[in-house]
Nanobody, 120 residues
Framework: QVQLVESGGGLVQPGGSLRLSCAAS????????MSWYRQTPGNQRELVAR???????NYADSVKGRFTISRDNTRKTVYLQMNGLKPEDTAVYYC??????????????WGQGTQVTVSS
């Protein structure tokens, strides 16, 4: 069994910052790619940032230069530092991870989502 627990969402003014966290737990052998997605009503879920087990990253064009994804492998945790927030960043943010369990079962797992609202 795998659980991803997110935290750090909230209300912030334009230009402000937030730091999201997502920790994986369970009978885990390995955690590969970890990602952040976001979704607003009526829109498809959008990939925001991804980080591989080796630390390689990629970002959506809309957040490049403002957001930074990182991970702590000892804690099985991924972070998203969001700076210079804009109203269009308002969304529910979801973390996702590709995980191999101790049983060698593989899958992609999702967190419950955390609301980020950017408004003056």
């Amino acid at each position: 069994q795998v659980q991803l627990v997110e935290s750090g969402g909230g209300l912030v003014q334009p230009g402000g910052s937030l730091r999201l966290s997502c920790a994986a737990s369970g009978t885990i052998r390995s955690v590969y790619d970890m990602s952040w997605y976001r979704q607003t009503p009526g829109n498809q879920r959008e990939l925001v940032a991804r980080i591989t087990a080796d630390g390689d990253t990629n970002y959506a064009d809309s957040v490049k230069g403002r957001f930074t994804i990182s991970r702590d492998n000892t804690r099985k945790t991924v972070y998203l530092q969001m700076n210079g927030l804009k109203p269009e960043d308002t969304a529910v943010y979801y973390c996702s991870a590709r995980i191999v369990l101790m049983s060698s079962s593989r899958g992609t797992y999702w967190g419950q989502g955390t609301q980020v609202t950017v408004s003056s």
